[in-house]
Nanobody, 121 residues
Framework: VQLQASGGGLVQAGGSLRLSCSASGRIYSSHVMGWFRQAPGKEREFVAATRWSRVSTIYTDSVKGRFTISRDSAKNTVYLQMNSLKPEDTAVYYC???????????????WGQGTLVTVSS
């Protein structure tokens, strides 16, 4: 499986962006697709995850109520809809795949290349 993230850009605070993560190869219902982000000088942190079966989703506290993770199985694509963006959301966003349910980046074994999101104040 290979992952390709896209959709980043420059947006003003309060604005919205939708990130996409296109997967090539077979994604199984048990797989977990996650979004992580890494701000300059900081460690990569968990943002959101969903089972490919869509039974479960999880978010880090700082994005709850503002971000929504979803997936389109027909397009083999996972999305991250980001609303009410804040300057502190500025980071490179990565999508990743894990074989089991986790928010720990060490459990994710396939990573996309990252897409930059910049939120101006």
């Amino acid at each position: 499986v290979q992952l390709q993230a896209s959709g980043g850009g420059l947006v003003q605070a309060g604005g919205s962006l939708r990130l996409s993560c296109s997967a090539s190869g077979r994604i199984y219902s048990s797989h977990v697709m996650g979004w992580f982000r890494q701000a300059p000088g900081k460690e990569r942190e968990f943002v959101a995850a969903t089972r490919w079966s869509r039974v479960s989703t999880i978010y880090t506290d700082s994005v709850k109520g503002r971000f929504t993770i979803s997936r389109d199985s027909a397009k083999n694509t996972v999305y991250l809809q980001m609303n009410s963006l804040k300057p502190e959301d500025t980071a490179v966003y990565y999508c990743a795949k894990a074989n089991s349910w986790s928010s720990d980046k060490r459990e994710y074994n396939v990573w996309g290349q990252g897409t930059l999101v910049t939120v101006s104040s």
